[in-house]
């Protein structure tokens, strides 16, 4: 499909000078090439984006609403074509592929509905006669970046709220899955909205990041990526003074208090520990299992990751993908040999899947007697690597939990009330799941706190970011 499509700008597909190839990471081989966008392209992208805004805030709020809700229509009858995507460009399970899709669906409902609700409110002046008025307002154009592990519902997290807002936006998504950005805005289109609403580019950091944040028109600036991507961000940001928000990395404590129902606890944890090959940033990765539990977890764990069956994401049978590509295989191996290394029990896995003439396939890998100061639990191992250790009281698991600079996602399994509400309160993160992992949703704010990034996606507080706040002092 590449061939057919390539960059999006003003409301027409066009194809650049340049090409970006894409490969399988289930096959190594070739999936196509891609258009990739000069620096006049994305100026370009920029320019249209600029004439589409005047045009999005007139619409007004219903306006937006059905076109938001006409897109979601169109994006629900593609569906398995866009699934399928996914699991081509990324190597996921087909079923995790399907799911994230209707999420990314989820994500233009909620936000039609929205649009609907962008509420001022209005203010008794102390001047005789007097009133403030606060209103919202579209903030501008809106750079968004989105990273390759969740083509769908990243590039869906930004696009619709901005929308919603009435903002404009030029989306950048990784360069390693064009084609499911490109199903996306295919969709958009139904939405009938101006040429130059939604804008797509892909290639190099000079010829797309540059131009966008170098453009004072471009108000605002969305990313999912590092943290250190993130930072750069910022610094770059500075010198045009736009509005910044980011979904960074994690690197997720997960404790198992000894009142927690193990089995249960098992039951979501393998497979929300391996999904998309651990390539997740609030996947669990740090366990801290109490000493009562710990034996018993570890072997369970251990029986279950070795079981789970490896292959392309398109294959019926496959619970876990390969890795994006060749580079994430080297550094997981790296995490992996360096807790070995270090005293760390290889339970299960640790080494290049056996049986692939092809393919990034790493095993399901459970690491045990694990310490806080070895780098699977200092840094975010981004893989299909478990690290357990284990702890004696509340207090110690609360403690080491929290000694991240990260702060993206936290879980707890407890069938006390009290604990968990403790729990809640003393975990520093900016989502907490308790006995669940489920923790993205259209309804509710998604986002973390400290080193893993600011603002919110999801929820009420997910427009907010593109949104100004204006104060009129109106005397009669």
Not at 94 to 123: C, K
Not at 266 to 272: A, G, H, R
Not at 397 to 420: D, K
């Amino acid at each position: 499909m590449y061939q057919n499509f390539g960059l999006f700008i003003a409301g027409k597909w066009q194809h650049g000078d340049q090409t970006v190839p894409v490969r399988s990471p289930a096959t190594e081989m070739p999936l196509g090439e891609v258009a990739a966008a000069s620096t006049s392209d994305t100026q370009r992208a920029i320019e249209a984006a600029a004439l589409a805004l005047p045009q999005l805030r007139e619409m007004g709020g219903f306006a937006r609403a059905d076109a938001l809700h006409r897109i979601a229509d169109e994006m629900n009858a593609r569906a398995d074509e866009a699934a399928r995507m996914i699991s081509t460009e990324t190597g996921k399970p087909l079923a995790q592929s399907g799911r994230e899709w209707v999420l990314s669906v989820d994500q233009f409902r909620w936000y039609a509905e929205e649009a609907r609700r962008i509420y001022g409110r209005v203010v008794e002046s102390r001047v005789p006669g007097g009133r403030f008025e606060i209103t919202k307002e579209a903030v501008g154009i809106v750079g968004a970046f989105t990273a390759w592990n969740f083509p769908a519902s990243l590039p869906a997290r930004k696009i619709a709220p901005a929308l919603a807002a009435g903002c404009p936006v030029v989306l950048r998504p990784s360069s390693q899955t064009p084609g499911v950005a490109v199903v996306m805005v295919d969709c958009i289109r139904a939405g009938w909205l101006p040429d130059g609403a939604v804008n797509l580019v892909v290639g190099s950091t000079a010829d797309t990041y540059g131009p966008i944040m170098a453009d004072p028109r471009v108000r605002k600036v969305s990313l999912t990526g590092s943290t250190r991507v993130g930072q750069q961000m910022i610094r770059d940001a500075a010198d045009t003074v736009k509005k910044v928000s980011m979904e960074l990395g994690g690197n997720a404590p997960c404790i198992i208090f000894d009142d927690a129902d193990l089995g249960a606890a098992l039951d979501v944890c393998v497979p929300s520990k391996f999904g998309n090959a651990g390539q997740v940033c609030v996947t669990p990765d740090r366990f801290f299992v109490h000493d009562s539990l710990h034996d018993e977890f570890v072997t369970e764990f251990t029986k279950r990751a070795a079981a789970l069956t490896l292959g392309d994401g398109l294959e019926d049978a496959t619970e876990m993908g390969p890795l994006i590509n060749a580079g994430r295989m080297t550094e997981v191996d790296a995490i992996v040999q360096d807790a070995i290394a270090a005293g760390a029990k290889l339970e299960t896995g640790g080494k290049r899947a056996a049986g692939f003439n092809a393919g990034h396939f790493y095993e399901p890998t459970v690491l045990s007697n694990v310490t806080d100061d070895m780098r699977v639990f200092a840094e975010e191992n981004f893989g299909p690597i478990a690290a357990i250790s284990r702890f004696s009281d509340d207090d110690e698991a609360l403690t080491r939990a929290n000694a991240s600079t990260m702060g993206l996602s936290a879980y707890a399994f407890t069938q006390s009330p009290e604990r968990a509400r403790r729990a809640v309160a003393t975990l520093k993160s900016g989502m907490v799941g308790i006995n669940s992992f489920a923790l993205a949703a259209s309804e509710a704010p998604f986002g973390g706190t400290n080193y893993s990034g600011l603002g919110r996606e999801g929820g009420t507080e997910g427009i907010e970011d593109y949104l100004d706040t204006k104060l009129s002092q109106i005397v009669f």
